[in-house]
């Protein structure tokens, strides 16, 4: 258990709609960071999060935003959803948003799958 | 554009045997990373090599890293069945947040 706590854990929802997916980081930890994994796509940066402010924004679609919030966790919106939307989304956190970079420590994951 | 390239991407080995996978990026990074992956589980962490010529070991896996040539590499010695998941490395380029993570190596060991 690497003590980083996703929900839900799985989800099934319609073309069109909306879903927020929720990420508590590990005790201490103050970045957060977001993944999505798909088979044809890998491991795609989205998103990281340092203590409330966004730090890095990578592979992440207009229709999806994310925010963390004062008690340090996050929530990623998914919008619109398309059927190319289904994949597991991971979340991470790590101490700090130094730039030397520390581990990252990665929750169980989201599994969406759009219908 | 940034790249972090594994190779192989797939790997069927016989229990007993050793190889090595590749990882190379094209940027400056500190720190280079192995995660490993179960199938739909989550990524756990493996080794943390901090600069140029450092080397990790831990059971039969030895990680190592070569800054100049952008180059890691995951050893696996006598592989077992246990061994078979999918391994990812990453980089964190310099004067960057971002994590950024290889296309992975799926790995069968094959008893």
């Known amino acids: 258990d690497s003590g980083v706590t996703q929900t839900p854990k799985h989800l099934i929802t319609a073309t069109g709609q909306r879903v927020t997916l929720r990420c508590s980081p590990r005790?201490?930890?103050?970045?957060v960071y977001w993944y999505q994994q798909s088979l044809d796509q890998g491991l795609q940066f989205l998103i990281q999060?340092?203590?409330?402010?966004?730090?890095a924004k990578g592979n992440i679609l207009e229709r999806f935003s994310a925010q963390q919030f004062p008690d340090l966790h996050s929530e990623l919106n998914l919008s619109s959803l398309e059927l190319g939307d289904s994949a597991l989304y991971f979340c991470?956190?790590?101490?700090?948003?130094?730039?030397?970079?520390?581990?990252?420590?990665f929750g169980e994951g989201s599994w969406l799958t759009v219908v | 554009e940034l790249k972090v390239e594994q190779n192989p991407l797939f790997l069927s080995m016989q229990e007993g045997k050793n190889y090595t996978i590749y990882c190379n990026y094209s940027t400056t990074s500190d720190r280079l990373y192995w995660y490993r992956q179960d199938p739909g589980k989550s990524l756990e962490s493996l080794f943390v090599l901090l600069s140029n010529g450092a080397v990790k070991q831990e059971g039969r896996l030895m990680a190592s890293l070569d800054t100049k040539a952008r180059l890691s590499t995951l050893h696996i010695t006598a592989a077992v069945h246990d061994l078979s998941a999918t391994y990812f490395c990453a980089v964190f380029p310099s004067g960057t947040y971002k994590y950024i993570f290889g296309t992975g190596t799926r790995l069968k060991v094959l008893a």
């Open positions: 991470a956190s790590s101490v700090g948003g130094q730039v030397s970079g520390n581990t990252i420590y």
């Open positions: 005790s201490g930890d103050l970045s």
């Open positions: 999060y340092y203590n409330g402010e966004e730090r």
